[in-house]
């Protein structure tokens, strides 16, 4: 598979991985290769990835979405931060990333899953071609 993670400012990660774990609005999930094609609103939290020679990365992320299709899974979201060190990523995401008002949280997450769906819709359409 290959992994892309993306800000509104950057690409931070374009490259192979061998799976990818993350934390959607519904729940934690693992991509591995040749799984089903799908969209998820993620949460802030951590995503995990697993590189082909064995190694693995952290990314501290804000709210955002994953797109997975074909070999190709997407992750944007609107901050994001690589670090090594799980425990203080971990510390960083409950700091700067879910500390806000329930308003705020609640707008977020709506929003989160509108995009997800027109996404999921836009599959649908291109395979019903």
Known sequence: MRLTVLTPEARLFDGPVTKVLAEATNGAFALLPRHIDMTAPLVPGVLVYETEAGGTGY???????????????????????????????????????????????????????????????????????
């Open 59 to 129: 990314f501290g992320i804000d709210e955002g979405l994953l797109v997975k299709c074909g070999d190709d899974v997407s992750v944007a979201v609107r901050r994001a931060v690589a670090g090594r060190d799980l425990a203080e990523l971990r510390r960083l995401v409950a700091r700067e990333f879910v500390a806000v008002d329930p308003q705020e949280q609640a707008a977020r997450g709506a929003l989160a899953r509108l995009e997800a769906g027109v996404v999921r819709r836009m599959m649908d359409l291109e395979r019903e071609r």
